[in-house]
């Protein structure tokens, strides 16, 4: 039926046109009707339309129809209108030197009677989908669900691929999917660029970067942290953060976190010192604040030297003195030394020690002394 209809057609619009070059020829077999050109150009259908009249024609005007070809069926009681169509317009005013035009294509939805537009090329190239105004070399206008999706690609073989070249096709961008597997992690997806692959997305959710085997919901593989580059970077205007696998780098200001290097935790410019509540720790670690723990441990010497036989354990009478010039105890650091300077703790467990055991040396003198008085008075009595 619908080459007959076609067929149809064709003949009507040879006929409208009046005469037949004898290098043409119609031949009617069965359903078809066949147009052999003898020679030449290739036959060619066309159809002409302009403004105004036979006796005054005009120029045919922006969203003028030029030709239409329509499909129409019969319902069991009549004749449809145009069902199927394919219509090439004007797009604007012709001119000697201005004849823009378009093609749309249109059809009817099972169920309705409604003919529609499907698909549209404008006059500059242009292709639409459900988009009447098409933005793009393609656009696809669509609510798009699972059962219908905006764009599908099947393919009989395993791999789905889409390329992406320049003009001389020096480079390549691919996207590739592969779907064969029963099993979603041997699934995959890939961007590759002249046949590297730099993203792989897997089937279960893990993501590769710079890797075809990610075990994990995202893993980078990439440079070494040199300061410069790595694996990850995250840049924020002139501050950037550096990651690699044992490495986080905040530049310029500090926040390192290092293991290939001697400056295994630093979070401040240089020297491997760590602040908290400062970002200028002059120490190991600096603590503007409170420090709770259960339990702090300090690897240092001890005050046991005190008990040496050597020991110059000063006179209570020469303490005596040295406390009313200086106010604090000898070799205890003052008052305003700490609030200066600070307490270094070990050093300063270490003297404590040593006075308390210097304490426990004078008890002993003392008691000796008391037992020796106790003697004499004993021996008078």
Same mark, same amino acid.
């Given at each position: 039926?619908?080459?007959?209809?076609?067929?149809?057609?064709? @003949?009507? @619009? @040879?006929?409208?046109?009046?005469?037949?070059?004898?290098?043409?020829?119609?031949?009617?077999?069965?359903?078809?009707?066949?147009?052999?050109?003898?020679?030449?150009?290739?036959?060619?259908?066309?159809?002409?339309?302009?403004?105004?009249?036979? &006796?005054?024609?005009?120029?045919?005007? &922006?969203?003028?129809?030029?030709?239409?070809?329509?499909?129409?069926?019969?319902?069991?009681?009549?004749?449809?209108?145009?069902?199927?169509?394919?219509?090439?317009?004007?797009?604007?005013?012709?001119?000697?030197?201005?004849?823009?035009?378009?093609?749309?294509?249109?059809?009817?939805?099972?169920?309705?009677?409604? =003919?529609?537009?499907?698909?549209?090329? *404008?006059?500059?190239?242009?292709?639409?989908?459900?988009?009447?105004?098409? =933005?793009?070399?393609?656009?696809?206008?669509? *609510?798009?669900?699972?059962?219908?999706?905006?764009?599908?690609?099947?393919? $009989?073989?395993?791999?789905?691929?889409? /390329?992406? $070249?320049? &003009?001389?096709?020096?480079?390549?961008?691919?996207? !590739?999917?592969?779907?064969?597997?029963?099993?979603?992690?041997?699934?995959?997806?890939?961007?590759?660029?002249?046949?590297?692959?730099?993203?792989?997305? +897997?089937?279960?959710?893990?993501?590769?970067?710079?890797?075809?085997?990610?075990?994990?919901?995202?893993?980078?593989?990439? /440079?070494?942290?040199?300061?410069?580059?790595?694996?990850? +970077?995250? $840049?924020?205007?002139?501050?950037?953060?550096?990651?690699?696998?044992?490495?986080?780098?905040? @530049?310029?200001?500090?926040?390192?976190?290092?293991?290939?290097?001697?400056?295994?935790?630093?979070?401040?410019?240089?020297?491997?010192?760590?602040?908290?509540?400062?970002?200028?720790?002059?120490?190991?670690?600096?603590?503007?604040?409170?420090?709770?723990?259960?339990?702090?441990?300090? %690897?240092?010497?001890?005050?046991?030297?005190?008990?040496?036989? *050597?020991?110059?354990? #000063?006179?209570?009478?020469?303490? %005596?003195?040295?406390? #009313?010039?200086?106010?604090?105890?000898?070799?205890?650091?003052?008052? &305003?030394?700490? !609030?200066?300077?600070?307490?270094?703790?070990?050093?300063?467990? $270490?003297?404590?020690?040593? +006075?308390?055991?210097?304490?426990?040396?004078?008890?002993?003198?003392?008691?000796?002394?008391?037992?020796?008085? #106790?003697?004499?008075?004993?021996? +008078?009595?």
């Amino acid at each position: 039926m619908k080459k007959l209809f076609i067929s149809t057609i064709i @003949l009507c @619009l @040879l006929v409208a046109v009046g005469a037949f070059s004898q290098s043409v020829q119609l031949t009617p077999i069965n359903d078809e009707i066949l147009v052999t050109k003898y020679g030449g150009t290739p036959p060619n259908l066309a159809g002409r339309r302009t403004g105004g009249s036979v &006796a005054s024609p005009t120029a045919t005007t &922006a969203s003028g129809g030029l030709v239409t070809f329509s499909g129409r069926g019969y319902t069991g009681s009549s004749f449809t209108s145009d069902k199927a169509q394919i219509s090439m317009t004007a797009d604007e005013l012709f001119s000697p030197t201005a004849n823009g035009t378009r093609i749309t294509f249109s059809t009817t939805l099972n169920g309705t009677t409604s =003919l529609t537009e499907r698909m549209r090329i *404008d006059n500059n190239g242009k292709v639409g989908i459900g988009a009447t105004n098409p =933005l793009a070399r393609l656009q696809i206008t669509h *609510d798009g669900t699972d059962s219908d999706p905006h764009l599908r690609l099947h393919t $009989t073989g395993s791999f789905s691929r889409i /390329n992406w $070249t320049t &003009a001389t096709n020096v480079h390549l961008w691919t996207a !590739q999917s592969y779907l064969e597997s029963a099993t979603a992690a041997s699934n995959y997806w890939t961007l590759e660029y002249d046949g590297i692959r730099h993203l792989y997305v +897997k089937g279960d959710g893990n993501v590769g970067i710079g890797t075809s085997t990610p075990d994990t919901k995202l893993q980078v593989v990439g /440079n070494e942290n040199d300061g410069i580059d790595a694996s990850l +970077k995250i $840049t924020s205007g002139a501050q950037s953060m550096l990651f690699d696998g044992n490495e986080i780098d905040a @530049l310029s200001t500090g926040l390192y976190l290092n293991n290939n290097t001697a400056l295994n935790v630093i979070l401040a410019q240089g020297g491997g010192n760590v602040g908290i509540g400062t970002t200028t720790p002059n120490n190991k670690l600096d603590v503007l604040g409170i420090i709770r723990a259960n339990e702090v441990i300090v %690897e240092t010497g001890w005050a046991d030297y005190v008990f040496n036989e *050597d020991y110059n354990l #000063k006179p209570l009478d020469e303490v %005596e003195a040295f406390i #009313k010039a200086n106010k604090h105890l000898p070799s205890v650091p003052s008052a &305003a030394s700490i !609030q200066d300077k600070g307490a270094h703790v070990a050093e300063l467990m $270490t003297k404590m020690m040593e +006075k308390i055991e210097e304490l426990t040396l004078y008890s002993i003198q003392q008691k000796k002394e008391i037992d020796a008085l #106790k003697k004499r008075l004993d021996e +008078k009595k």
